[in-house]
């Protein structure tokens, strides 16, 4: 039986954290399906449709890795696509009570479903979304943090040219 996670995040926009996470998560499964939350509460810079083409862009050749637009419950979701293990990284003790929260009630109301942690390689302990555009905003340098295609994406948002 094929090995199937989703790994689900609002992705606005990918950074290098998540591919991080992305790639030691294929090394566990088979697949890997990226799942980009549809009405998360947070105010969004790119669009789903922009946020989902950025990761099929960065992850073009990647066959075991698909992406895809959820709405509604995680769990159902995951269910809906025959998986059994969401995938979530923690970068620091911070995120923890957060992501046990969320865990805890998967659990709860989705018996079937496990969460499996991974820990943020050490780079991108500090990395998020939020900060990326902050940084990106103010026109600093965000090639650690980002591929190109992210990168300039984020300055088009800005209306700065490329650099
Ligand atoms: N490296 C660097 N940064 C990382 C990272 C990593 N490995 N993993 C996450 N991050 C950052 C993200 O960039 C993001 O930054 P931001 O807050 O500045 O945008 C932050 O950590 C957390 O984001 P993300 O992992 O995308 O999670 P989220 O909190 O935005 O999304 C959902 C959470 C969408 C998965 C969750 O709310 C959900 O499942 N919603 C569906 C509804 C539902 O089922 N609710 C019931 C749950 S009990």
Redesign the pocket.
């Given at each position: 039986m094929k090995k199937i996670a989703v790994y689900?995040?609002?992705?606005?926009p990918i950074?290098y954290?998540?591919l991080?996470?992305i790639r030691r998560g294929l090394a566990i499964f088979d697949e890997i399906i990226v799942a980009v939350?549809r009405n998360?509460q947070?105010n969004a810079l790119f669009t789903t449709d922009e946020r989902v083409g950025l990761i099929q862009d960065v992850l073009k050749g990647e066959e075991r890795v698909t992406v895809d637009t959820f709405g509604?419950?995680?769990?159902d979701y995951v269910a809906s696509r025959g998986a059994h293990v969401i995938i979530?990284?923690l970068?620091a003790i911070s995120d923890f009570e957060y992501e046990f929260q969320?865990a805890q009630?998967?659990s709860c109301i989705g018996q079937e479903i496990e969460t499996l942690f991974m820990m943020?390689s050490l780079q991108?302990g500090y990395?998020?979304?939020?900060?990326v555009k902050e940084v990106c905003s103010l026109n600093g340098d965000i090639d650690k943090f980002v591929p190109l295609e992210v990168k300039t994406a984020l300055r088009q948002k800005y209306g700065m040219a490329a650099k």
């Open positions: 689900p995040g609002s992705f606005d950074t954290g998540h991080d996470i939350a998360s947070k509604g419950l995680l769990i979530r990284g970068r969320i009630m998967n943020t991108y990395l998020s979304s939020s900060i």
